[in-house]
């Protein structure tokens, strides 16, 4: 491998700019030094780097011989810890020899092999372990409270909130010895200083040498995360060889020796490291150091304090108690938080109490952020502190008092994207996903995206830009299943679990190979990691179980519901209904993930009836969100299943009975538009009767909490509303009003979800003008980035209402349109469905076009579509259509006048048809159709002034909402363009037809007779 060599001023420079140190620009080397392990040396007035080779970290000297020493090697199987003895030198000689670069010949603890090493004095150090420049100490096992987020992205790593570089807990000590600590560049070095101090080790120096062995093993964690041949196992292993050795047990006896004479940042440091670094809670040095800890907590400094409480986090019944004594003091510094820094920490340790944190805190720490928004230090500030307040104030528990604060907090690192680590794209796309605004946001991840990916030079690894996969361009499909299916083949994919299931769920692949290979290797790969565990508490094997079969349950819906992977789902069923029937199916959160599962992919026959009796048993402990949980196992169940047996039916009947039971207590319970949206979603997906007093109520109960609206909740509405067939006036109302707001950080995907969803109900807004011109103008900004679908089913909502422009018209009719829609097609993984989708919405929004706005000169170009389509669509039957033919025959006239099933220019379908003359008398059709019933459609003739052609349309329950007598939105938009056809049209409605007013034949024909002969009547 070439060496290259900079100097500090260039490394600093880097870090400052916070990009990636291009090492090819500098000296042609085909890689660059990010993520690379490296060390700087400063000898003379140069400071050099020099990065390391594939399989060991070397400190290379220009007069290094080849064979430099090793910094840091992975563990060896034969590994075995050396005798005390065998290590022991004169330690005082030793420093000597450093100083003056004597090498010294030693065994390396980490693979039992003697190695050569020249000290050289070191002034600057610098570890360079990230996979971009902003993550100069971007460690596997950080100290941050927020390494693994609610995505679980276990392999996506974060950086250390403590410390910058390395941990140096004395910088300003003159003791050789510490100064020897800080220098070290192995654990093998670290055990040598310590070994040589023998009986004479200070507080000082011990707990520096803690220190130092964390800080390298944060070098190990990340050099493993870059490279194929070290895995989290190996990690662990490496710290039980640490933790195990002779000379760290010496370690530990010294510092419970000495304890009481550490400083309050060296004690915090104690208790976060030895712990991450698995020294068991119960050893009585654990114990001494918590003591001295909270005796002496008035006095710890800010990031003493976050350390202890990122200690406590974790540490259940005692650690509750000792954050009950911590907390009062993390209140206090709310008052006297002064800068960003504190405000970073502060937030630290209130993430990290959040079981604590009462009302009035939260009000402060609010008011506390508020103000630094105001103050405008957030502008200049590390993304890191901003990203931290927002994963803060994320949660759930008060989201009463977050309306706008996170939006406006990420807006403020809009401009600051681009230097962000994967890890933190990877955290704020989730921040974002939780709200899908602003659309600012999703904007520039979408950019940071794509620059990644095109830059063919970018130091990021494939795992890496597998997190972006749901950020970039359809058109990289095969470019990222190839990725997938390099990645199938390693050996740590249960870690890689979630990214690969994002990537294959957003590309939508129709590679069912592919699909299938993932699902089973995942499988096998989580329960090989279950053999592993030495220890099973309760509930193990569901949690880690349950990070596959609950993601299988939401793979198959982006695939057209054509997907589905039998060996998988047997062989799951299998391992959850043995879990089901112990202790792990008596806790009922596990209960409903294992019963939803089951019951969407159980067979016709049903469950066993002692897990559906364990499942109605308990279905007053189920929170709102379990009952979300199960009733999408019935949803799954219903859509796979056209036909049930009698008793797996009897099983979802029983079940559904439960769930609305829970659903009464629950309102009583929920206070949240999030809480009253799960309810929502679970009510609709279960199937229930948007006609039930249940449903109703679930409505009612949204009003109070409506001030909550964002875009999340919009589209979980509006998805509810679509599906059940009802329009809620004051929620569709509260929906059109937000958007028109707050339309600068409203995503267009979300506008056109809104406008659907009025376009089928048929609700007409108030203030329709800035509501669709909010619209329009999110088109006009982010229009490119929707799928074809939805840009055709925005302009027929748009056209619906009136608001249609000009330029969107020719944007959607134009051949670069029509070749995207093209290649869209020959691509997407449903074939069975979404193209037939797109092309008729096609044919509606061009016949739309062609009725409402013929001066824009669009053609007609469906013709042949729909003569197609015709042929394969069945003539309309029933005892209603019967019913009103009779009663028009005896009306207007036998079939020489009366037409039946005709289908109008641009292909309406009418129920029937008659021309009236001036004196309103039923003209015969053979004097206005060329050869009468064989035309495919009727032609509208020239008639005389007075003449009324008459289309009589039968409606039905479907064509209306099921709430009330307002017509869907498609069929007021066919009664407009009948009446721009020429017709006069006449509707009979199924509930006045059936009504107890028109009980009688003769009722009925002069309902009749009112409708087509007003002025008669």
């Not at 003359?917 to 019933?933: I, K, M, Q």
Request: with cysteine; charged share 20%; aromatic share 10%.
């Amino acid at each position: 491998m070439s060496r290259c060599w900079l100097t500090i001023p260039e490394i600093q420079n880097s870090i400052l700019k916070r990009r990636h140190l291009d090492i090819n620009k500098m000296q042609g080397v085909k890689w660059s030094l990010t993520g690379v392990p490296c060390r700087v040396v400063r000898r003379s007035s140069t400071t050099m780097i020099c990065p390391s080779s594939a399989h060991s970290h070397r400190l290379l000297h220009p007069s290094s011989p080849v064979n430099t020493p090793t910094f840091f090697h992975s563990f060896s199987p034969s590994l075995s810890s050396r005798p005390p003895q065998q290590q022991s030198q004169k330690f005082l000689s030793g420093i000597q020899n450093t100083r003056h670069g004597v090498w010294s010949s030693r065994p390396c603890i980490l693979c039992a092999s003697s190695v050569s090493s020249r000290k050289w004095r070191i002034h600057w150090r610098l570890y360079s372990v990230g996979t971009s420049s902003d993550l100069e100490d971007d460690d596997y096992m950080s100290d941050s409270d927020f390494n693994v987020n609610s995505n679980g992205h276990t392999k996506i790593l974060d950086k250390d909130q403590f410390n910058q570089l390395r941990v140096i807990l004395y910088p300003s000590s003159s003791d050789p010895i510490i100064k020897a600590m800080n220098e070290a560049n192995s654990v093998q070095e670290v055990f040598d200083i310590v070994e040589r101090c023998g009986d004479q080790l200070t507080a000082e120096q011990a707990s520096q040498a803690v220190v130092t062995l964390w800080d390298l093993q944060k070098v190990y964690g990340r050099f493993g995360f870059d490279r194929d041949n070290i895995h989290g196992s190996m990690l662990t292993q490496f710290l039980e060889k640490i933790v195990s050795h002779p000379v760290f047990k010496k370690l530990i006896t010294s510092l419970d020796r000495l304890c009481e004479n550490l400083d309050s940042t060296a004690v915090s440091c104690m208790l976060l490291y030895l712990n991450k670094m698995g020294v068991k809670r119960n050893l009585p040095l654990i114990h001494k150091l918590e003591e001295v800890s909270v005796e002496g907590v008035s006095n710890f400094n800010m990031n003493a304090l976050s350390r202890l409480c990122v200690y406590l986090k974790d540490s259940g019944i005692r650690g509750y108690y000792l954050q009950s004594k911590v907390m009062p003091i993390v209140v206090d510094r709310i008052s006297s938080c002064s800068t960003v820094e504190d405000l970073h920490l502060l937030t630290i340790c209130l993430s990290s109490s959040r079981s604590l944190l009462t009302e009035s805190v939260i009000d402060q720490y609010i008011a506390l952020v508020e103000q630094k928004l105001h103050e405008n230090v957030f502008e200049d500030c590390d993304p890191k502190v901003i990203l931290k307040i927002i994963k803060l104030l994320t949660v759930a528990e008060w989201s009463l008092k977050r309306k706008l604060l996170c939006r406006q907090l990420m807006l403020c690192l809009v401009e600051k994207i681009h230097s962000l680590s994967i890890a933190q794209i990877w955290d704020l796309a989730g921040t974002y996903q939780s709200y899908l605004e602003p659309r600012q946001v999703l904007q520039k991840i979408k950019q940071y995206a794509l620059n990644a990916i095109g830059d063919s030079s970018s130091a990021i690894g494939k795992p890496q830009l597998l997190c972006l996969a749901p950020y970039t361009s359809p058109k990289l499909k095969n470019y990222f299943e190839g990725m997938v299916a390099e990645h199938l083949d390693r050996k740590d994919i249960h870690e890689y679990i979630v990214i690969l299931f994002k990537t294959l769920r957003y590309i939508k692949t129709s590679n069912f190979r592919l699909c299938n290979a993932f699902w089973l290797k995942s499988m096998n790969a989580v329960e090989l990691e279950i053999e592993k565990q030495p220890i099973h508490f309760l509930g193990l094997k569901d949690m880690m179980r349950r990070n596959l079969y609950h993601r299988y349950m939401y793979f198959n819906n982006n695939l057209g519901g054509s997907y589905r992977n039998y060996p998988f789902e047997n062989t799951m069923s299998k391992f959850l209904l043995k879990d089901i029937r112990m202790a792990t199916g008596l806790v009922p959160s596990k209960l409903a993930y294992m019963t939803s599962f089951l019951l969407s992919y159980s067979p016709k026959e049903g469950l066993p009836e002692d897990v559906i009796e364990r499942v109605l048993l308990c279905g007053p402990q189920f929170s709102i969100f379990d009952s979300l949980v199960l009733s999408r196992g019935i949803q799954i169940t219903l859509a796979l299943n056209s036909f049930l047996k009698r008793r797996k039916m009897q099983q979802i009947t029983a079940l559904c009975r439960m769930l609305d039971s829970s659903c009464e207590q629950h309102l009583k319970t929920a206070n949240s538009l999030v809480d009253m949206t799960h309810i929502l979603r679970a009510y609709v997906s279960r199937g229930g009767s948007p006609r039930a007093f249940l449903f109703e109520r679930i409505l009612a109960a949204h009003l109070p909490f409506l001030s909550q609206l964002n875009s999340r909740h919009i589209r979980d509405l509006c998805f509810c509303l679509i599906n059940a067939r009802y329009s809620s006036p004051e929620i569709l109302n509260s929906i059109t009003q937000y958007v028109t707001e707050h339309k600068d950080y409203i995503h267009v995907t979300t506008s056109e979800l809104v406008l659907s969803c009025l376009y089928k109900l048929g609700h007409h807004p108030p203030e329709s003008e800035r509501f669709f011109l909010a619209c329009t103008s999110a088109f006009s900004e982010d229009g490119p980035q929707m799928t074809s679908l939805c840009i055709l089913q925005m302009c027929l909502s748009l056209n619906m209402f009136g608001h249609l422009p000009s330029n969107i018209i020719h944007h959607v009719f134009n051949l670069s349109f029509i070749d995207q829609l093209d290649e869209e097609l020959s691509k997407c993984s449903a074939k069975s469905s979404y193209p037939m989708q797109v092309r008729h919405l096609l044919m509606e929004l061009n016949r739309a076009v062609c009725l409402d706005h013929p001066e824009e000169n669009i053609p007609w170009f469906h013709e042949k579509y729909c003569q197609e389509l015709l042929e394969s669509v069945a003539v309309p039957s029933s005892v209603f259509l019967t019913e009103v033919h009779q009663a028009l025959v005896q009306l207007v006239g036998d079939p020489e006048v009366l037409r039946a099933n005709v289908h109008t220019p641009y292909y309406y379908l009418l129920d029937f048809e008659f021309l009236l003359d001036a004196e309103s008398r039923p003209v015969p059709v053979r004097e206005y159709v060329s050869g009468h019933n064989t035309a495919p459609h009727s032609h509208l003739p020239e008639t005389q002034p007075g003449f009324r052609r008459v289309a009589v349309l039968v409606r039905n329950e479907e064509d209306y909402c099921v709430n009330g007598r307002q017509l869907l939105g498609r069929h007021q938009m066919e009664r407009r363009h009948l009446e721009l056809l020429g017709y006069e049209v006449v509707e009979v409605p199924h509930f006045h037809w059936y009504s107890m007013s028109l009980s009688t034949f003769t009722e009925r024909l002069n309902y009749l007779k009112r409708l087509i002969y007003p002025t008669q009547t």
